[in-house]
C-alpha cells in the first residue's frame, strides 16, 4: 500500500493531508499525484472538490513533482511541494511558506531547531566533525516555490528527495521559516502513535 493510503484513525493519510492543506485561504488549486494504481482511491478522497485535481506520479519523487507541476494552469506562480506524510502540518506552516514565496523568496522550507548532537562520519563510521546545533534544522514540508525556480531546478536533469536541494543546486538561496512539531512524518508505529494523540487532543487544526 502507497504510504499516502496507509490509515489513521480510520482515514488515509492522504485525506488528512487534503484537509489541512484546502484549509490554508493562499492555496486555490491542489494537484494530487498518485500511484498509477491508486489514481480512482486518490480521486475518491477528494469528495469532488473542484480544486483538486489527481495526476499519475512518475518513478522517483522528482518524476512525480514534474507531473504535478505539467498540472498546473498558466497563471500559477507560487508552488508549495508537500508530502501527504506529513499529514497533520497545520495551516500555519502552510501560510507562512506561502506568504514568504509572494514576500520575493525563490525557495523556502518549513524547519526545527535540532536538539540531538549530529556527528559526520566517513565511509568507516569515524567521525570527521561536530555540527554546531544551533546552525541546523530538520526540514518539514511544504516547501514553497516560485514556479520559476522549481521549473528551472527540474530542467537542470538532477534528481533529489527533497526539491529545495535542487534549487540550492542552482545557487539561489533556501529560506528556512519555522516548522511545526505537528508536521511529523508518519512512518513508523511511533510516529502514529504520536499523530493519534495529535487528533485525539484537538490540537491538529485542519481536522
Known amino acids: 500500500m502507497p504510504k499516502a493510503f496507509a490509515p489513521l484513525r480510520g482515514e488515509p493519510l492522504l485525506l488528512h493531508a487534503l484537509r489541512g492543506v484546502l484549509a490554508c485561504g493562499q492555496v486555490g488549486h491542489v494537484v494530487v499525484v498518485a500511484p498509477s494504481t491508486h489514481l480512482e482511491?486518490?480521486?475518491?478522497?477528494t469528495g469532488g472538490d473542484a480544486r483538486v485535481d489527481v495526476v499519475?506520479?512518475?518513478?522517483?519523487?522528482?518524476a512525480s513533482v514534474a507531473a504535478g507541476l505539467a498540472a498546473l494552469g498558466p497563471d500559477e506562480?507560487?508552488?508549495?511541494?508537500?508530502?501527504?506524510?506529513?499529514?497533520l502540518?497545520?495551516?500555519?506552516?502552510?501560510?507562512?511558506?506561502?506568504?514568504?514565496?509572494?514576500?520575493?523568496?525563490?525557495?523556502?522550507v518549513p524547519g526545527l531547531p535540532v536538539v540531538d548532537t549530529v556527528k559526520v562520519v566517513d565511509e568507516h563510521g569515524v567521525v570527521t566533525a561536530t555540527p554546531a546545533r544551533e546552525?541546523?534544522?530538520?526540514?518539514?514540508?511544504?516547501?514553497?516555490?516560485?514556479?520559476?525556480?522549481?521549473?528551472?531546478?527540474?530542467?537542470?536533469?538532477?534528481?533529489a528527495t527533497d526539491d529545495a536541494a535542487l534549487v540550492e543546486a542552482l545557487g539561489l538561496p533556501v529560506l528556512v521559516v519555522d516548522g511545526d512539531p505537528a508536521a511529523l512524518k508518519v512512518t513508523t508505529p511511533g510516529d502514529v502513535a504520536r499523530a493519534e494523540a495529535l487528533l485525539q487532543d484537538g490540537r491538529y487544526v485542519g481536522q
Request: glycine content about 8%; charged content about 20%; overall charge positive.
Open 56 to 62: 499519475a506520479g512518475g518513478a522517483d519523487r522528482t
Open 77 to 87: 506562480d507560487v508552488v508549495l511541494v508537500h508530502d501527504a506524510a506529513r499529514a
Open 135 to 159: 546552525l541546523l534544522r530538520a526540514i518539514q514540508t511544504p516547501q514553497g516555490f516560485s514556479r520559476e525556480a522549481l521549473e528551472r531546478a527540474h530542467a537542470s536533469g538532477l534528481t
Open 89 to 108: 502540518t497545520p495551516v500555519a506552516v502552510f501560510e507562512r511558506v506561502a506568504g514568504a514565496v509572494r514576500a520575493g523568496h525563490p525557495a523556502v
Open 41 to 45: 482511491a486518490a480521486r475518491a478522497l
